[in-house]
Nanobody
Framework: QLQLVESGGGLVQPGGSLRLSCVAS????????IGWFRQAPGKEREGVSC????????RYTDSVKGRFTISRDNAKNTVYLQMNSLKPEDTAIYYC?????????????????????WGKGTLVTVSS
């Protein structure tokens, strides 16, 4: 079964940190560009960060630059999102998704059919 599974979400105080993981099963993640997306209650899904298949190219949405770091370990079939200095506005369900194609357009591919595979998401809540 081909799937992506996110983990690492939870409740954290403002200023805290979390590391999300996205593990692929049933296919080799190393051939795919990966994106992290999030959807807050009542809002549309937005692209947060993306990484090319080799890991050599990375992008972030402006609101997380300097606070979030995306990385990948293709040997472990895993992509990570390190989130530091978390703010209440970072509260959302975080999804990872993969696409067999260029990473440059990933952040805009927020609709379900625009990426090849989507995980089911992990909830991040930033609150005191």
């Amino acid at each position: 079964q081909l799937q992506l599974v996110e983990s690492g979400g939870g409740l954290v105080q403002p200023g805290g940190s979390l590391r999300l993981s996205c593990v692929a099963s049933g296919f080799t993640l190393g051939s795919y560009a990966i994106g992290w997306f999030r959807q807050a209650p009542g809002k549309e899904r937005e692209g947060v960060s993306c990484i090319s298949s080799s890991g050599s190219s990375i992008r972030y949405t402006d609101s997380v630059k300097g606070r979030f770091t995306i990385s990948r370990d293709n040997a472990k079939n895993t992509v990570y999102l390190q989130m530091n200095s978390l703010k209440p506005e970072d509260t959302a369900i975080y999804y990872c998704a993969s696409i067999l194609g260029p990473y440059s357009t990933v952040l805009s591919r927020t609709l379900p059919g625009q990426m090849d595979y989507w995980g089911k998401g992990t909830l991040v809540t930033v609150s005191s």
